[in-house]
């Protein structure tokens, strides 16, 4: 474990030092995109519910991104196992300076200390004792309540000193007596380096143990208990996202009891991090690529999948470890008995990883049957683990491995923002394989907003061939405008090529290409970035007329979408050139007509992103004119649904 962590350290400050002296830059993002996507799906309510009883316990070993309100009143925090460095057991609850809608507070300015995030327990009864006894809580009860926190390892090099000084988590209990709020314990900003897991028990997590003794003050029906955050915004905006959701502090493991004691040991065995892809390479790939011949299948195919457990008991217990793959209907294709074995608590012997003696058995043409007429497939693997401890709710993890028309690294969150710092052009390129020749159609690039820039971004998209290990001859180039501050950003874009690009031994010698952008000096970058996969060895830059290799541990979100035509929106397309005529094309002069022999009911135009331009609908025509002369110029894609619901489709240039 201490070796572990000294290797952990090392790779961190070597990545801080890049940080700062490289043309490569990581910063924070200043909106959380998860969190806009759920509150756009659903209209946030928080809600009070009746005084909850002993024990209090959540780890936040949940799928909701918010917090359990069942535990808790308010939705600052942000759950997932994205941020966190080895959480106590799987899920944290991340505090930092975003709201529950995924934006700044509105309350913090640059070089001003202020409060940004609540986490606020529901109310308890600490005023009695309920089940095979019924009495008063008393201080001699020994009521604890405990936690365990750590600082985002990667603030220091992202914020710098000025952007974390005076910052500080605090956790308050709450008076029914007096009505008051009470500070009991808080830290101020620390580096997570500093943190030495030998003095830890092993964790990079600190555990914080508080007795609750004040008996008029607390034992009462309403209890409370909060953690709040101080953060202080950066003076500065020196590259994208700089002035953003810094000082993040991740809280796991709270746990509030009687008749406890003042130490580290829980009846509990647990996942620690996140259930990987089975594939070896990606997180998704094309199901025809995967399924070109059995041994492409098994080639594509990890030997095991790495998940680390913990045994926070004080002693050895014997666990069983299993999974279960699944169809996207329920249906199960095989349960995998993954064996059995003791594992020693984690203060003593560290994590333990399954494959070390408790191994499954991959084996992808059983478990992702070989298609080349499907289109797409899913499938999730849910693992699992057998003890009599007590608790049970992160015993059990899922991974929802995807065969779509496209190939990622990533699994889909944004950590960061990635972008080059030069005073001229650079360039950015990631390296795909495939196993058989194929049409690379679009491509789908993650996309952050930058706080206070400009309104829309110009960048020229490239796809070179390789040579001598490193991107060389660029076989398409075409220019692309992203918007900035808009509801497409912060997620993937869908690029459309010009021309669809024919994968072959030919033009690109074993089958491997790179996807990426030249961005012009004039513009600003801020690419999604995901740390779940270390993917700096097929990520390069350009800055000064040479490839250089990342030196950032992590994924720049960026994915080439492969396969037969398809087109935008999903929509289903009839190709009848005769009964339908869109002119002029090009259109210069801002309008295009439309000329059908069926009468007309719909017309839609999308861009060249795939986001709807024009809508009309009931129009019961057979000839119309629409304008276009609020468009910018470049390739449209112009539907018309006739009265029968067919649709009917025509690609366009429009120029000024």
């Known amino acids: 474990m201490k070796k572990l962590n000294k290797l952990f350290a090392f790779v961190i400050l070597c990545s801080f030092a890049g940080m700062v002296n490289a043309q490569e830059v990581i ?58 460095y080895h959480p106590v057991s799987y899920g944290v609850a991340t505090l930092d300076a975003l709201d529950e809608n995924g934006k700044v507070h509105s309350n913090l300015y640059p070089g001003v200390k202020e409060v940004a995030d609540y986490l606020t327990s529901q109310p308890i009864r600490l005023d009695s004792i309920f089940g095979t006894e019924n009495r008063l809580l008393h201080d001699y009860d020994s009521v604890y309540f405990s936690f365990f926190y750590q600082p985002n390892y990667w603030d220091e090099a992202l914020l710098g000193s ?84 810094g000082s993040q502090w991740n809280i796991d493991y709270v746990y509030l009891d009687r008749d406890r004691r003042f130490n580290a040991y829980y009846k509990d065995i647990c996942f620690v991090n996140n259930a990987g892809s089975f594939l070896k390479n990606y997180s998704s790939m094309p199901y025809n ?51 059995s074995g003791v594992i020693y608590p984690f203060h003593t012997s560290g994590y333990y990883q399954n494959g070390e003696y408790m191994q499954p058995v991959l084996d992808g043409a059983k478990y992702f049957p070989l298609s080349t007429s499907a289109d797409s497939a899913e499938f999730t693997i849910t693992h699992y683990l057998t003890s009599d401890l007590d608790f049970k709710q992160n015993d059990t993890i899922s991974f929802v491995q995807k065969f779509h028309n496209y190939y990622a690294y990533d699994n889909g969150s944004s950590e960061y923002s990635y972008t080059l710092k030069t005073t001229g052009n650079a360039e950015l390129a990631v390296l795909f394989k495939i196993n058989s020749a194929d049409t690379l159609r679009a491509v789908k690039i993650y996309f952050n907003d930058i706080a206070g820039a400009a309104s829309e971004f110009y960048y020229n998209l490239r796809i070179w061939n390789r040579q001598d290990l490193k991107p060389h001859t660029i076989i398409h180039e075409q220019e692309i405008v992203v918007k900035n501050d808009n509801p497409e950003n912060d997620d993937f874009i869908t690029i459309m090529l010009d021309k669809p690009i024919v994968i072959n031994q030919e033009n690109f010698p074993n089958m491997v290409f790179y996807v990426g952008l030249e961005k012009p000096s004039t513009e600003k970058m801020a690419l999604g970035f995901d740390i779940s996969k270390d993917n700096s060895s097929n990520t390069y830059y350009n800055v000064t007329g040479q490839w250089e290799r990342s030196i950032f541990s992590g994924t720049v979100m960026i994915r080439p ?93 429009l120029m000024h």
């Open 561 to 653: 979408v492969l396969g037969k035509k398809f087109e935008l929106a999903s929509i289903e397309y009839h190709e009848d050139k005769e009964k339908i005529i869109v002119y002029p094309n090009p259109v210069k002069n801002g309008q295009i007509n439309i000329r059908s022999e069926v009468e007309i009911k719909s017309i839609y135009i999308y861009n060249g992103f795939g986001v709807k331009v024009y809508e009309s609908n009931n129009e019961f025509t057979y000839n119309k004119s629409v304008s276009m002369s609020n468009l910018r110029q470049g390739i449209y894609l112009v539907v018309v649904v006739d009265n029968r619901g067919l649709k009917y489709t025509e690609k366009i240039i």
């Open 162 to 245: 000025q952007g974390l000084k005076g910052d500080s988590l605090v956790v308050e209990f709450y008076s029914p007596a007096d009505e008051e709020w009470y500070h009991v314990w808080s830290t101020e900003r620390f580096p997570f380096d500093s943190i030495k897991p030998e003095e830890n028990n092993g964790r990079t997590f600190i555990e914080v143990i508080i007795p609750i003794v004040d008996e008029d003050r607390y034992f009462h029906d309403g209890f409370q208990f909060r953690f709040k955050n101080y953060v202080t915004l950066t003076e500065g905006n020196y590259y994208p996202g700089w002035q953003v959701n």
């Open 27 to 84: 910063t924070n993002m200043n909106t959380n995109p998860v969190l806009q996507k759920k509150t756009a799906e659903i209209k946030i309510k928080t809600k009070s519910v009746e005084s909850i009883n002993l024990p209090f316990f959540d780890d936040f070993t949940y799928k909701d991104v918010f917090p359990s309100q069942l535990y808790w009143q308010d939705k600052n925090a942000y759950i997932n196992n994205d941020y966190a």
């Open 289 to 339: 690529q995967y399924s070109v011949s059995l041994f492409t299948a098994l080639d594509e195919m990890r030997d095991s999948v790495p998940i680390l457990i913990s045994n926070l008991d004080k002693t050895a217990n014997n666990v069983g470890y299993d999974y279960i793959v699944t169809k996207s209907n329920g249906e199960i294709i095989d349960h995998q008995v993954g064996g």
